[in-house]
């Protein structure tokens, strides 16, 4: 998504931070409904995202997905895939680049997404 005038400013990683990149313009979007919703956790989540996308201290907000969803597929090439609990519906879901350090956001909703129903 290209920035535009009156868009939120992401900070640069810095240090041994990961970079995260929106994979998806919903993403983005949805990326800004749930900043409105619950702008507490969703700082704090991207900031362990930004720390370390694969570290599990709460397995139950932050797990990698199994199944037909435990890859995502960006380019053509496969990323192991994981999923944080932002809110109690709202999730982040996210492909992991570990060689570039890379987070793609390729869901992001205040809202629980319809294929895991």
């Known amino acids: 998504m290209t920035p535009k005038r009156g868009d939120d400013v992401a900070p640069p990683p810095v240090g041994e931070e990961w970079r995260l990149r929106f994979a998806t313009n919903e993403a983005a979007k949805g990326r800004g409904e749930l900043t409105a919703e619950a702008p507490g956790n969703t ?33 053509g090439r496969t990323y192991p895939q994981w999923e944080f609990e932002v809110t109690a519906g709202g ?10 350090r890379t987070v793609h956001l390729v869901y992001a909703a205040p809202r629980h997404p319809k294929d895991t129903d």
């Open 91 to 100: 999730r982040v879901r996210y492909p992991v680049d570990e060689p570039r």
């Open 43 to 75: 700082r704090r989540r991207f900031e362990a995202l930004r720390g370390d996308p694969l570290r599990q201290t709460d397995p139950d907000r932050q797990h990698r997905l199994r199944g037909r969803l435990a890859t995502g597929t960006l380019g």
